[in-house]
């Protein structure tokens, strides 16, 4: 029995730390009556109110939440609680302000509020650690909006200020470019560079930024099991956190969905980069209905990717 309450445990955590709250209180009631049901278990009392704090303070999160008005055009509160409950780095021991501040309006995006996260981003711009990550992010936004024209203005203005150094320009267009091929856009990103030397033409593998996970701009899933069993799905990557994808799923599509529970572990898939495509592994890390903005009722799906 202790292992299945470690199993229970770890799982209930990781739901908690990623703001799956109803997922985490199932777990956690489990746990509970495994406890309660145990005969000669040492430290059985000691052990309940351990798990009925944790319930406690979990149950106060899920109400402040789901009290709270979800509307397309969230109140500051809510946007703040949003970043607070969903960010991926809440619980790490030590995290860096800015990168907390750049995974909370990750969150933000990922929950629908993409003017709100545009904002965000667009504050983080001015600092040097997070400049070309919230620069992707502000044109993932603006994708998701379908106000693409306004992307590429903005990406016009970071080249005709003096903020982005060469290759932090050339790295955003490359991803840019990447973004709107797989979508069979054509747009112009010519001009706008004047004030810059000429970057290198094209990025190389050795090139990439250490503190920088390769872009991906999409992943394949082969499935091995369920009603999909055998077929492959492309799915775009909606916004990206280091090693954590996010995918952004319609809620039409319940087969996808079903197959890919939390803790699902996918041993195929191939990430689209603009270097190259590569095979690799992952596992589903947290799967959340999206319940305002122009994505309500979608899913939003992460992907930790374990091995390229």
């Known amino acids: 029995m202790s292992k299945q309450v470690k199993k229970l445990l770890k799982q209930a955590d990781l739901y908690k730390s990623q ?6 209180r199932k777990n956690y009631q489990k746990i509970k009556n495994l406890i309660k049901n145990s005969d000669g278990l040492p430290n059985k009392e000691k052990l309940l109110i351990g798990i009925n704090k944790k319930i406690s303070m979990l149950e106060k999160d899920f109400n402040k939440f789901h009290d ?44 629908g509020q993409f ?4 904002s965000e981003f667009k504050n983080l711009i001015n600092i040097e650690s997070t400049r070309v990550s919230a620069a992707k992010n502000i044109i993932r936004c603006h994708l998701a909006l379908d106000t693409v024209d306004a992307a590429v203005e ?34 112009d990103l010519a001009g706008g560079t004047s ?11 050795d090139d990439i930024d250490d503190e920088e996970f390769l872009d991906i701009s999409a992943v394949a899933i082969t499935f091995d099991s369920g009603p999909k069993k055998g077929e492959q799905v492309e799915l775009d990557v909606s916004f990206q956190s280091g090693n954590i ?8 599509d319940e ?12 041993d195929d898939l191939h990430f689209y980069s603009p270097i190259a495509i590569f095979r690799g592994a992952g596992v589903v890390s947290a799967k959340t209905q999206i319940e305002s903005g122009p994505k309500k009722g979608d899913f939003s799906l992460d992907i930790k990717i374990e091995s390229i």
Request: no cysteine.
């Open 19 to 24: 703001g799956l709250l109803s997922e985490a």
């Open 68 to 111: 709270a008005p979800l509307k397309p055009g969230q109140s500051d509160h809510v946007n703040e609680l949003i970043k607070k409950l969903f960010s991926f780095s809440q619980e790490k021991d030590s995290v860096d302000e800015h990168e907390a501040s750049l995974e909370g309006a990750i969150a933000l995006a990922k929950f």
């Open 115 to 118: 003017e709100g996260a545009i």
């Open 154 to 187: 903005e990406f016009k203005q970071w080249g005709d200020g003096d903020l982005f150094t060469p290759e932090q320009l050339e790295n955003v267009r490359v991803f840019f470019e990447d973004t709107l091929d797989k979508k069979g856009i054509q747009k």
């Open 195 to 205: 004030s810059h030397k000429e970057a290198e033409p094209s990025l190389k593998e």
């Open 245 to 252: 994808i996010s995918l952004i799923v319609s809620g039409k």
């Open 255 to 266: 087969s996808i969905i079903e197959n890919l529970q939390v803790d699902t572990k996918l």
